[in-house]
Nanobody, 125 residues
């Protein structure tokens, strides 16, 4: 059984930085394409970023977080990270990590097979 567990979400002030973690079990971590999504109040869950299998050499970001958020992975401890800087109130959302059986980077909700339970990030101005 594949399990993804997010952690690190909390309330911060605008301009602050925060790092989210996602630990994956039950699946060979290094062979999985991984992604982060978020859902803000009243909106659908949206794609933020994804990282390729293996050494994570390929990454893709949605424009709204490019240059502020960085996705990374550590295959030694089966953990993926989302480093967020210069946070804005509009970044307030529940953040989800996800894994897919696809072998290439994926950006759609339906591309992902496994999901975490989500972690809340609240950014106050």
């Amino acid at each position: 059984q594949v399990q993804l567990v997010e952690s690190g979400g909390r309330s911060v002030l605008a301009g602050d930085s925060l790092r989210l973690s996602c630990t994956v079990s039950g699946r060979t971590f290094s062979t999985s394409v991984l992604g982060w999504f978020r859902r803000s109040p009243g909106n659908e869950r949206e794609f933020i970023t994804a990282i390729s299998r293996g050494d994570g050499g390929s990454r893709i970001y949605v424009d709204s977080v490019k240059d502020r958020f960085t996705i990374s992975r550590n295959n030694a401890n089966n953990t993926m990270y989302l480093q967020m800087t210069n946070l804005k109130p509009e970044d307030t959302a529940v953040y989800y990590c996800a894994a897919t059986r696809k072998t290439s980077l994926a950006t759609r909700n339906q591309d992902y097979d496994y999901w975490g339970q989500g972690t809340q990030v609240t950014v106050s101005s």
